[in-house]
């Protein structure tokens, strides 16, 4: 008889003894919320995250609101984002401290749509940690420059440490991708948990979507949670056209 290993639980948020945070991240692209909201606040909540990077936010009309329903379902509060960084938004648990945000838009190449980055810096327990959420370009030249610029950004944070996640519309063999992984961690590659592919969520044949670190933040798990109590794959399937990233990180006390 053959048995199916269990897999690894991600770890659940926490404080450690040290100060240190073990701190839950999610990335996720939600197309505008046009698809079943309901079930995209399911999924949302049932990975209990510290953090949320949110690619395509609502972008116009009432889109503070909308931004706001997506929270208040989630049990999160916005931290950035939204239009004022042409997408991409950041949600957070009431565990962070804000420090202070930043919405970056990125020079428009004239034909293509715009792109930002919504970025903040925040303390959990003791650490105190840069966040940014991208969407880069589907063209290959201008998303090269976004990954670069994205790397930038985080260099200008000025904090010990610093994660970006979103919708990269490259794999990891792409020169974008390359690029960040070269600088960051891969947070997937370092520790693999859950799926691996994002896109599209029938049937992923992609992984375009990505948690990344900086080196002295501690992977403990990374991966699409598909798996995960309280995710179903109904709900995986209407809530969005891209399935989540949801990453396990310790980040250490200081800063």
């Not at 929270?71 to 509060?77: F, N």
């Not at 009431?94 to 020079?107: K, S, W």
């Not at 969520?201 to 990505?210: L, M, N, T, V, Y």
Request: glycine share 10%; aromatic share 4%.
């Amino acid at each position: 008889m053959v048995t199916t290993p269990t897999p690894t639980p991600l770890p659940d948020s926490r404080t450690e003894p040290d100060g240190s945070a073990v701190i839950r991240v999610l990335s996720y692209n939600v197309r505008s919320m046009k698809d079943d909201t309901g079930a995209l606040a399911r999924v949302v909540r049932a990975c209990a995250p510290d953090l949320v990077c949110v690619q395509e936010a609502p972008r116009f009309f009432r889109w503070r609101k909308a931004a706001a329903r997506l929270a208040a379902g989630t049990d999160l509060v916005v931290l950035g984002g939204g239009a004022t960084a042409a997408g991409p938004l950041l949600l957070c648990s009431l565990r962070a401290t804000v420090e202070r945000t930043e919405d970056v838009l990125l020079p428009l190449t004239p034909g293509l749509h715009r792109r930002g980055l919504a970025t903040a810096v925040v303390r959990i327990a003791g650490a105190r940690l840069g966040i940014v959420s991208c969407h880069l370009s589907l063209q290959r030249e201008e998303r090269l420059a976004q990954a670069g610029a994205l790397l930038d950004r985080i260099e200008a944070m000025d904090v010990p440490h610093a994660v970006a996640a979103g919708d990269l519309n490259d794999v990891p063999e792409g020169s974008a991708f390359r690029l960040l992984a070269g600088r960051l961690q891969d947070c997937r590659a370092v520790r693999p948990w859950g799926g691996a592919l994002t896109f599209p969520p029938g049937s992923p044949r992609k992984r375009i979507d990505a948690v990344f670190a900086t080196a002295g933040i501690e992977v403990l798990g990374c991966g699409v949670p598909a798996d995960l109590p309280g995710v179903t794959g109904a709900d995986l399937r209407a809530a969005t056209d891209h399935l989540p990233v949801l990453a396990a990180l310790r980040v250490p006390a200081g800063g």
